[in-house]
């Protein structure tokens, strides 16, 4: 199968910062691959060297072989880049027109688009009536344009709720079913489960890939025992550290991950410890490993 | 083709959309049409229709002065800000025909607004004395106008981060350029230092070649179209559309 993109060696310095250290990664054509890191990892660097956006320091890419390769490449910034005094047809064909196709195709193109992210009923609606998830759908409309191979997201789901999220991620799911290959840039776990292969990177380096189920086996990690806790103190992370393996516990936003090999055995022991430092517990519960506990174990870096 | 006329309709529909720039490009030179021959004390009736005329032919330089300067530059600034250069940068798009696009909107919108002002001139007793050579002469002015505006709007979005300041400084250089280069004051009642900035800006001094060629010497106080004052006029017009694209393309199109 053909790479889609190839990346070698590249290399990106802000001044003395160095943000990526020759990287290398390629994404066969019609692949669905997830780049997962935390923020200030160079994820949204590398993907702006990719759209041209940002020139790298070293190193090279190719998209389907080629160097210059603007017309195959729709990259969808975080930024909502659609005009909000625009209607969504309207949005929709300025682009179509800026790919190169006439008034007319741009017109049936962006009638057909809207059909298939589900939003021929606002067509004519201003994108500012739009809520955040249309209008993300939307922007990711640009990546269906004939032509276009390589469908570059960054971040897309940041700020979306629940159901939109689900909503969207099925779209682009149907987009990688239909032929278009995707790199997706996320620090979302459950987002990066969808693709195919999962790329980790930290500080600049890809530190580990391979589909979301080898990354988990080759972590090591069985189950994880969640804690959610009133309130989070270090006396109780310290606490949950001696039941850990490694000391690995997790900081999340609402309490703790802790990695241990026999989470249904230690549960009784953690409940009375945390009783014992009068720590209240709303939940406890054991969950199979997500990607985010993946990274965590890989890097001891907590990606968001 | 297409990505110019995709621009430019872009920008005329936000243009037409947006209150705040259809009340500053089109309700305010309407305005001063409507209102400033309120003003007008002890002139003869027979001199209010030419001068009306001369007034609202100034108002429509007016109008495309807001619209290159203050509208661009806060379109331009407005883009920036949400992301929408990230996008284009990355799209086969060059910024030369982009650019053109936007100034080519600016002076779509411009017609629009002109065709509006000389109606309602002529309804307000405005009256219009000219030659068909005049008026192709005239077009030429208005071109000189429209192409300084907008390089003046293209710095102004190149070097001012912020929309909202931006179209103020656009505004804010527009009244100025309006009342410092004499278009609201006959240029006989100026200081002599405003005497000289009225002849060297090129927007002033293109204004005062219209008057000059529709309304009438009489309605001017200077000689506009002697060559020396013409070539300074296209001149810097030509030098503010050039560092106007160039530094767009320099710092709004800039890789990361």
Known sequence: MMNALFIENVSKSYGTTPVLKNVTLTIKEGEFYALMGPNGSGKTTLVSIIASVCSPTEGTVTVYGQND?????????????????????????????LYGFSRNEAAALAASILDKIRLSGVAEAKVSTYSGGMRKRLEVGTGLFPGTKLLLLDEPTTGLDPSARREFLGMISDMNDNGKTILLITHIGEDAELASRVGFIDEGVIVAEDTPDELKKKSGLNNVLTIETLIMTEKVADTLKQFSDNEKVLKTEKGYRIYCEHPDEVLPYVVR???RIGCKK????????????VFFALT???IR | MSQMTAVLEKDVKEFLRDKVILFFTFALPIFFVLVTPLMWGDIPPEAVPPLKGGLSLTMITFMMMIAGQSNLAGSVTADRERGLYLKIISMPVTPLKEAMGRICGVVVFTLIGAFGVVMLGVAYGAQYTYELISVVESLGFFFLIAIAATGIGLIIASLIKGESAATHTGIALTLLTAFLGGMFVPYSMLPPFLQVIARIHPIPSANASIVFLLQGAEFVDYDPLILGQIGLTIGESCALFVIGLMLYSKLCWRKM
């Open chain 1, 282 to 293: 709303t939940k406890i519960d054991v969950e199979a490993p997500s990607l985010e506990d």
């Open chain 1, 69 to 97: 390769a603007k017309e195959l490449i729709s990259y969808v910034p975080q930024e909502n880049f659609s005009s909000p005094l625009l209607t969504g047809k309207e949005n929709l064909m300025y682009f179509a027109q």
């Open chain 1, 300 to 302: 001891k870096r907590v």
């Open chain 1, 273 to 275: 410890s945390l009783d």
